[in-house]
C-alpha cells in the first residue's frame, strides 16, 4: 500500500544539524501514523519521534526541544529536523509507517553520525 524511502543521513559534528526526509508511495498516506525510529549498533530500536495524521506530534524526552518532526500530506513526505546533534545520536534512522488494523511498513534506514 505505502512504501517509505529515507534519505538525508550523513556526518555532522556536534551541534551541528541535519534533515531526514521520508518520501511516500502508494494510497492514503494522509490517513497513516508516522514516525522516525533510531536503533544504535548493540541496541533496540527506539522511537525518536512520531506524528500523526492531523499533524499532532510526540518526542522521546532525549530529544525534545532539539528535533522537529513534520509532514506534508500533499506531497507524500514526512521529515526530522535534527539540531543541536550530539554524539549519542548516532544512530540508523528508520522511517515508520502505520495504520489501525494494519501492519507497519518501515523504511530502508539512513545513517547518522555525530563526531568530531
Known amino acids: 500500500q505505502v512504501q517509505l524511502v529515507e534519505s538525508g543521513g550523513g556526518l555532522v559534528q556536534p551541534g551541528g544539524s541535519l534533515r531526514l526526509s521520508c518520501a511516500g508511495s502508494?494510497?492514503?498516506?494522509?490517513?497513516?501514523?508516522m514516525g522516525w525510529y533510531s536503533q544504535a549498533p548493540g541496541k533496540q530500536r527506539e522511537l525518536v519521534a512520531a506524528?500523526?495524521?492531523?499533524?499532532?506530534?510526540n518526542y522521546a524526552e532525549s530529544v525534545e526541544g532539539r528535533f522537529t518532526i513534520s509532514r506534508d500530506n500533499a506531497k507524500n513526505t514526512m521529515a526530522l529536523q535534527m539540531n543541536g546533534l550530539k554524539p549519542e545520536d548516532t544512530a540508523v534512522y528508520y522511517c515508520?509507517?502505520?495504520?489501525?488494523?494494519?501492519?507497519?511498513?518501515w523504511g530502508q534506514g539512513t545513517q547518522v553520525t555525530v563526531s568530531s
Open positions: 506524528i500523526a495524521p492531523g499533524g499532532t506530534a
Open positions: 515508520n509507517a502505520h495504520a489501525k488494523g494494519q501492519s507497519a511498513i
Open positions: 502508494g494510497n492514503d498516506f494522509r490517513l497513516y501514523f
